[in-house]
């Protein structure tokens, strides 16, 4: 995504401005939710919060790992535009590099898919020890029916793990496609840098061909011209 183009104007680094959006739209749900949910989150149990913690943590370090990706990737196809009257080995560098990112960007991906397994963990055993706690010892249908009763709401707080891990699950996969797509397109030559280097090979031909033909132009001209005066002589 280029914002400006021209002269010193192009946005080089488009896949980490990506990302940049994607982090700031994210602080920006998760703030939210914490001004909205703010009772909710204040009578998790302490197993739950320690969950969530787990899931932000996993998230924080994944997305960084994402960045430093995004950055690369900027970097390398900056380097394979770059590279269009260059040596076609240092090309194939290049793009060993770009799959080299797109073999890493598959622990982010990794990251993604365990976000919701650490959230459920966090809702199971918050359930587990809530039901525990309120139904004691005693197995009297009454007292059975009345914590079912007043413990549907702390059941459901249980769930804000599970509810964290699917949240975070989507961003990181988001972030992990964008890299993905990012590479592949450069590789399946879709990117930039291979539209630019196709048309200056189509360009070539193109001028090849157009010198073929106005030198057939002339040839033709020369040839008219010279049987000219011959015809008129016989």
């Not at 996993?58 to 260059?86: G, K, N, P």
């Not at 197995?139 to 059941?155: L, Q, T, Y």
């Not at 699917?166 to 879709?190: C, P, Q």
């Amino acid at each position: 995504m280029v914002l400006f183009e021209g002269e010193g104007l192009g946005m080089k680094k488009h896949l980490f401005l990506k990302w940049c959006l994607v982090t700031a739209i994210t602080l920006a749900v998760v703030s939210m939710a914490l001004i909205l949910a703010k009772s909710q989150a204040v009578d998790l149990n302490p197993i739950a919060k320690a969950m969530v913690g787990v899931i932000a943590l996993v998230y924080l370090i994944a997305t960084i790992y994402c960045a430093m990706l995004c950055w690369q990737t900027d970097q390398a196809l900056e380097d394979l535009e770059d590279s269009d009257a260059r040596a076609e080995s240092y090309r194939e560098q290049i793009k060993a590099f770009l799959r080299q990112i797109g073999h890493k960007a598959d622990q982010v991906s990794f990251a993604a898919n365990e976000c919701p397994y650490i959230g459920l963990l966090g809702a199971i055993t918050g359930i587990f020890f809530f039901m525990t706690s309120s139904l004691g010892t005693g197995f009297d249908p009454s007292h059975i029916k009345e914590v079912m009763s007043d413990s549907m709401a702390g059941i459901g707080i249980a769930f804000i793990p599970t509810i964290t891990g699917v949240f975070f699950r989507i961003i990181l996969s988001w972030e992990h496609y964008m890299v993905i797509h990012e590479v592949e397109s450069a590789l399946k030559g879709f990117g930039k840098a291979s539209y630019r280097a196709a048309s200056a090979e189509v360009n070539a031909e193109t001028n090849q061909l157009k010198q073929n033909a106005n030198g057939a132009v002339l040839w033709r001209k020369f040839t008219a011209f010279t049987n000219g005066p011959a015809e008129k002589g016989m």
